[in-house]
Structure formats: C-alpha cells, structure tokens
C-alpha cells in the first residue's frame, strides 16, 4: 500500500534540499511492496548503510557527552541508543510507520512490528547520506539518538550496578547479592525495595517502580558511601 505520510516531513525541521527522490522512495520500500510491484530494490541495502552510519555517530555521541564513562560503559550505552526497541519507538514518534511501502500482507500490522520500523529507520539515514554526504546524514542521526537518550530511565544511562561490580571486584571475588526487602502499593503501581550487600554487610538500600529500578538506585547508595 502507498505511504499515508510523504517522508518529506522527516526533512522539514532541518531544512534539507534533497538532490534525488528515488533513493528516499527505495529506502521506505519494503520488500513485501517491491515483490507484488516487480521492482527490483528495497530498503534492505539502505538499512546495512544506515546502520553503520548510525554506530559511527552514536560512538562520537557517547564519547563526547560522558567524558568519564570507560569503553565498556559507552559499549553498552551504545548498544541501548541504537537498539531495535529504542528505534522503534522513535519510528512511531516520527511516524515513519506510515511512510513504508508495504505489500498488502504487511499492510495489516502497519506500524506493530519493531523489526520493520527499526529498518526504516536506519535505511533513511542510509538515503541522506548516499543522497547528501555524512555531515547531512550525521546532523539528522545525532538529532534522533540525542531524542531517544533523553527518554532513557537514568539507570540506562548510568548503570550503578555495573560500576560497583566493577568498584568491588577489583578488591575481591566474593560475589554482590541483592536482596529483595518488600513492595508497597498494588500490582498496577507497585514500588520496589531492594538492599545490595556484599561479604555480609549491607552496602545500601535503594527504591524504584520496578526490581531493575530498585536494584539501581541501592548500587548508587552503595557507590556514594564508598566514594566517601
């Protein structure tokens, strides 16, 4: 089916002049479409580009932004911004799900599979930089990932209980334990509290609306005290 949204809108905020339109078109073509249309591209070569412009991007982000995080901390921070969740969502906040050229097999679960979305995604950015360079494709990519950093949890973006695995086993082998105390409220709004203790001593307590949450906010306590 044809796209309810053109993909010019994608552009708009940032002022571009693209030079050749069918590159945007193949980029938003799924195969689905190119196979009942008997056209011979779609956007699977655009995505491989893509992706690789957005690692490289992404790395200069993270590295930039969170000076004292070390590889394997920006490793993972990476891995979080450019990950099939994250694109999806930001593909829906765009709305590049109802750009897509899809068969009238697809057409059904427009905008309900993440895959297809994430793809999308990543091989428009591989048509803006085949169409317009790095510099243009890196503008657009870093304005993307910089809205899905801001929307990740804190404990995505500092992962406290990695630094104080970290933090502890440079010292010692005996392993971090973390203990569930209690929950409050109903199933729909509970809050979590969980300690981190290590050898038998309790290193900090911590809250959150989920066990993750929780878990994060004891390592930070835990972090704090040690620092101190």
């Not at 097999?105 to 169409?131: P, T, Y």
């Not at 082998?173 to 509970?190: A, H, I, M, Q, V």
């Not at 969980?194 to 989920?210: A, F, T």
Request: one cysteine or more.
């Amino acid at each position: 089916m044809e796209p309810k949204i053109s993909y010019l809108e994608l552009l708009a905020p940032f002022n571009i002049k693209i030079k050749n339109p069918l590159i945007y078109q193949e980029a938003l073509t799924h195969s689905s479409y190119a196979h009942e249309h008997n056209m011979l591209k779609d956007y699977e070569k655009l995505e491989f580009v893509g992706d690789s412009v957005f690692q490289i991007v992404c790395a200069e982000l993270v590295y930039k932004k969170f000076p004292n995080k070390q590889e394997g901390e920006l490793t993972k921070l990476r891995s979080k911004l450019v990950r099939t969740e994250s694109f999806a969502k930001l593909g829906r906040e765009l709305n590049i799900h109802e750009m897509i050229y899809l068969g009238h097999g697809e057409e059904r679960d427009r905008g309900k599979k993440d895959k297809i979305i994430e793809d999308v995604v990543e091989s428009f950015i591989g048509a803006l930089f085949i169409d317009k360079g790095y510099n243009i494709a890196k503008i657009v990519a870093k304005n993307w990932l910089m809205k899905i950093l801001k929307e990740l949890d804190e404990e995505d973006v500092e992962d406290y209980k990695s630094q104080l695995q970290e933090l502890i086993q440079s010292d010692s082998r005996e392993p971090l334990k973390y203990e569930l105390l209690r929950t409050e409220g109903k199933d729909n709004n509970k809050t979590f509290y969980y300690r981190v203790i290590h050898d038998n001593v309790i290193l900090g307590e911590g809250k959150g609306k989920s066990k993750k949450a929780a878990e994060q906010a004891a390592a930070k306590v835990a972090l704090s005290k040690l620092a101190k």
